[in-house]
């Protein structure tokens, strides 16, 4: 069954930094791209983060860029998002997401089921 | 990077025709085909309709089809069902692994 399960999530102060992880399961990891979106409460579903099989490739929203890292480990079937200087408009859900291609092409296939993310003093 | 245009609501019977639209720009919806669709119940994680504009994943009922003309693409949920209702999301590929949102349509079914 393939299966994304993400952890990491938590309760964090406003300025530190979380470091989440997507552990998948299931099918041949390094033959698909890979992104975070996220959902605040109420919200509607934002795209964080993506990048290619070979990690040569990545993208970020204009709201992470330059605070948030995405990276795999495709040895260890696991994706990552280091994220820091967090802000309260970060609280949300994440989710870890397999895309059909290797290269990225923005269709999001499979869903974990997310990992919650409170940013608060 | 702006999110998709997407209404926010859209409505119809039981075993009707319902239409959602998703505008974006030349960038991303009008210079790529890679659109796609996704539903979303509540508490529930978004599942994948539509892709590259009008192909459905093993499992989608042939009830959802998309579509795209120009910077506007569409999905039409066909025979509407009481477990339609839901939140539907179009996202379209932007270039350098960039990827966008619309805002999201609530579908209720009356």
């Known amino acids: 069954e393939v299966q994304l399960v993400e952890s990491g999530g938590g309760l964090v102060q406003p300025g530190r930094s979380l470091r989440l992880s997507c552990e998948a399961s299931g099918f041949i990891f390094e033959n698909h791209a890979m992104h975070w979106v996220r959902q605040a409460p109420g919200k509607g579903l934002e795209w964080v983060s993506g990048i290619s099989w070979n990690s040569y490739s990545v993208g970020y929203a204009d709201s992470v860029q330059g605070r948030f890292s995405i990276s795999r480990d495709n040895a260890k079937s696991s994706l990552y998002l280091q994220m820091n200087g967090l802000r309260p408009e970060d609280t949300a859900l994440y989710f870890c997401?397999?895309?059909?291609?290797?290269?990225?092409?923005?269709?999001?296939?499979?869903w974990g089921k997310g990992t919650t993310v409170t940013v608060s003093s | 990077q702006s999110a998709l245009t997407q209404p926010p609501s859209a409505s119809g019977s039981p075993g009707q025709s319902v239409t959602i639209s998703c505008t974006g720009t030349s960038s991303d919806v009008g210079q790529y085909l890679q659109v796609s669709w996704y539903q979303q119940h509540p508490g529930k994680a978004p599942n994948l309709l539509i892709y590259?504009?009008?192909k459905r994943p093993s499992g989608v009922p042939d009830r959802f089809s998309g579509s795209k003309s120009g910077n506007t693409a569409s999905l039409t949920v066909s025979g509407l069902q009481a477990e339609d209702e839901a939140d539907y999301y179009c996202s379209s590929y932007a270039g350098t692994n960039i990827v966008l949102f619309g805002g999201g349509t609530k579908l209720t079914v009356l």
């Open positions: 590259e504009v009008n």
């Open positions: 997401i397999r895309d059909v291609s290797r290269y990225g092409s923005g269709s999001l296939h499979v």
